[in-house]
T-cell receptor, first 111, second 113 residues
């Protein structure tokens, strides 16, 4: 059974600081996804990581994947308030039979 | 929301009543999914479909059934709603290409009293 663990589950940080969210998964996966969710809203796709060593960057967010360690990270650089949200990682166990999600990281960025 | 419409957006119902949630897409994507989101659990897969009349169970399928008679519509039915099914339900679609990004609808907030 595929399990996905995120940590931390809650993070409060100040603007301008850097931080990293970690996502560990238990079995081999073809694809790893990062999503953002604002309160009361839908999920927005941020990154898809397909291969070992993959790195994707968009603005102040950078995601990476280490398939050997079964670990993905989402790094936030010089955080700004607008990045406050809940971030989920999700793993595709193979085929197209749905994603297994982590519990999410609730990120609050304070001025 | 990537051409996905969920209806209703909010529903309050009583224990024991049947409830049907609808997901409609205009993207002609092959794959459709139903998830539920509960505090402390992230999202969990209920059922999914890989084509018309082709469906399969997910992690938390007990108490739910689905139907897909047309490419654009995926229905989720709670035959006899229970309070444990109070949740936010999200539909997602994907086109089945190599990247296979799932795009999510706006969600349906269901309260079972």
């Amino acid at each position: 059974e595929l399990k996905v663990e995120q940590n931390p589950l809650f993070l409060s940080m100040q603007e301008g600081k850097n931080y990293t969210i970690y996502c560990n998964y238990s079995t081999t996966s073809d694809r790893l996804y990062w999503y953002r969710q604002d309160p009361g809203k839908s999920l927005e796709s941020l990154f898809v990581l397909l291969s070992n060593g993959a790195v994707k960057q968009e603005g102040r967010l950078m995601a990476s994947l280490d398939t050997k360690a079964r670990l993905s990270t989402l790094h936030i650089t010089a955080a700004v308030h607008d990045l406050s949200a809940t971030y989920f990682c999700a793993v595709d166990g193979g085929g197209a039979d749905g994603l297994t999600f982590g519990k999410g990281t609730h990120l609050i960025i304070q001025p | 929301d990537a051409g996905i419409t969920q209806s209703p957006r909010h529903k309050v119902t009583e224990t024991g009543t049947p409830v049907t949630l609808r997901c409609h897409q205009t993207e002609n994507h092959r794959y459709m999914y139903w998830y539920r989101q509960d505090p402390g659990h992230g999202l969990r897969l209920i059922h999914y479909s890989y084509g018309v009349k082709d469906t399969d169970k997910g992690e938390v399928s007990d108490g739910y059934s689905v139907s897909r008679s047309k490419t654009e519509d995926f229905l989720l039915t709670l035959e006899s709603a229970t309070s444990s099914q109070t949740s936010v339900y999200f539909c997602a679609i994907a086109d089945g290409t190599g990247v296979h990004i799932q795009y999510f609808g706006a969600g349906t907030r269901l309260s079972v009293l």
